[in-house]
């Protein structure tokens, strides 16, 4: 195979091309197509992709048009990109969340973000697979694997090394170079874990940043969408885009007014003077080749200026967080079937079980037990003293005697930590992810970075420098 003229290209480096005439919307639809075709779909099988978009070459040939006659509507005009497979989109792709049930899923609209891509003239290019229902169907299933979309492997290591989950196909699908940037979804480390496992910049945002509406759900308190990219540049680029207030998701209407420029944060002398916390809770999960990465990603960061705070350690939430999130499925997910319209023969969790257990052969590989438990151990009314209170306990651990404790107490401008941790996702807290390093199995390791509510302007610039100060990311060698 030719060497892909696409490789490791940033947002742009793509306008630039287009702007000069070097490419176009359509030449870079049609790279980005052939080379799926070649390593995701054929060679390594990679299966990141689980639905091409067929109206994609003439969305593209639109932005060239459009650019054509001088109307650039942002970076995103004509630039390819891949969405999660939970993500509506009322066109001509199917919404399934990898599972079988809802292969034959057509969402009546766009979600608010997909309107938020289509109005900034990105390319949908297509979809991803991902650990099935967003990794909330089984407690022992493999990560990237659905039943409608077989086994996304991690492109560093294709049947060797673990992909992560749940935006499995995001992951793997930036890292490969399938396309520019992509949207992942997150209910707990489901961005930051893919990301981590595929040398990636992923960006967790506050809930509330963007939308949840069109976005098939687990729990109200947990759920966001946010972008996956191969840098930290990329990365702020496709957040601006998909922030926005949607009159329709209760959480938005706290973001911020106007919603930052988040690419004016991207100082490569950002962790100059920042208060950095490190969380070394949990470093006893980590290889010693792990560790060595971590102690080398803090070295360099004191170098490049930033005042280390050791020892803010940052313990798992109690085991509270599945508790809360069993509870509130059965509702959520209810919630969106009933959006499907009479046309759709799944309209219900219970639905949704029946029809698995009678394509159990091809649909209950790995089970459905987390499925079964949220249908009969819940009233799905979220009236349960037990939901309440892990709903509130959860709540005070990760933000108040969690986050907001440490960065007060310490005086800290962001949180460091190895990998990712879980209190960002059950306190709704933003947190961004950078490639760091790798084992020598040729593992990809991150670290991440969190802070309180609405600071993703201030993670941008920590994370930004610490990828200048630390140039970890490697393509890989497919």
């Known amino acids: 195979m030719i060497d892909f003229p696409l490789q490791e290209v940033r947002i742009r480096e793509l306008q630039q091309w287009m702007e000069e005439g070097e490419q176009t919307s359509v030449s870079l639809t049609s790279l980005y197509m052939q080379r799926i075709a070649e390593i995701d779909q054929d060679g390594p099988l990679l299966r990141s992709v689980i639905e091409l978009n067929p109206d994609a070459i003439y969305i593209a040939a639109q932005m060239d048009q459009e650019r054509a006659q001088g109307q650039v509507r942002s970076e995103l005009h004509g630039i390819p990109i891949l969405i999660k497979d939970n993500i509506n989109t009322g066109d001509h792709m199917h919404t399934s969340a990898g599972s079988l049930a809802l292969s034959d899923s057509f969402a009546p609209e766009d979600a608010f973000l997909v309107r938020q891509l289509r ?94 509406t069109g976005v098939i759900p687990i729990a109200y308190t947990q759920d966001t969408a946010g972008p996956m990219a191969r840098n930290v540049e990329d990365a702020a680029i496709l957040l601006q885009v998909l922030a926005g207030k949607d009159e ?44 060595s990465i971590m102690e080398a990603s803090i ?126 996702a059950v306190g709704g807290y933003p947190a961004i992810i950078v490639p760091a390093g790798y084992r020598r199995d040729g593992m990809p390791f991150g670290i991440s970075f969190m802070s309180t509510a609405y600071k993703e302007p201030e993670l941008i610039r920590i994370a930004y420098a610490f990828e200048h100060t630390v140039p970890a990311r490697r393509r890989p060698m497919l």
């Open 119 to 212: 109005k900034a003239g990105a390319v949908i290019l297509g979809k991803t697979n991902l650990t099935e229902m967003a990794n909330f169907m089984s407690f022992n299933m493999q990560n990237g694997y659905s039943a409608r979309g077989g086994q996304t492997l991690n492109p560093y290591g294709p049947g060797r090394l673990d992909v992560g989950g749940s935006s499995a196909g995001s992951g793997a699908a930036v890292a490969a170079n399938l396309c520019a940037v992509a949207v992942g979804t997150e209910t707990s480390g489901s961005i930051l874990n893919p990301a981590a496992k595929n040398s990636l910049v992923g960006i967790k945002p506050t809930l509330g940043l963007i939308s949840r």
């Open 248 to 291: 329709q998701d209760a959480p938005t209407q706290t973001s911020p007014v106007p919603i930052p420029d988040y690419a004016s944060y991207l100082d490569a002398e950002g962790l100059r003077g920042a208060r950095i916390g490190i969380n070394r809770a949990y470093v006893h999960e980590l290889s010693d080749e792990e560790k």
């Open 299 to 424: 070295e360099a960061m004191y170098h490049a200026g930033a005042v280390i705070v050791d020892h803010t350690d940052l313990d798992h939430i109690a085991s509270e967080d599945m508790t809360v999130l069993l509870y509130e499925f059965k509702s959520a997910l209810n919630h969106y079937l009933s959006t499907l319209g009479p046309q759709s023969s799944i309209r219900t969790l219970k639905d949704m079980i029946d029809y698995n257990h009678l394509h159990h052969q091809d649909a209950l590989k790995y089970g459905q037990e987390i499925l079964i438990k949220a249908q009969y151990e819940t009233s799905g009314k979220l009236t349960e003293a037990k939901y309440i209170q892990a709903r509130l306990s959860d709540w005070n651990q990760a933000r108040e005697e969690g986050i907001d404790r440490l960065l007060r107490e310490h005086q800290l401008d962001a949180i460091f930590s190895p990998d990712h941790t879980d209190a960002p």
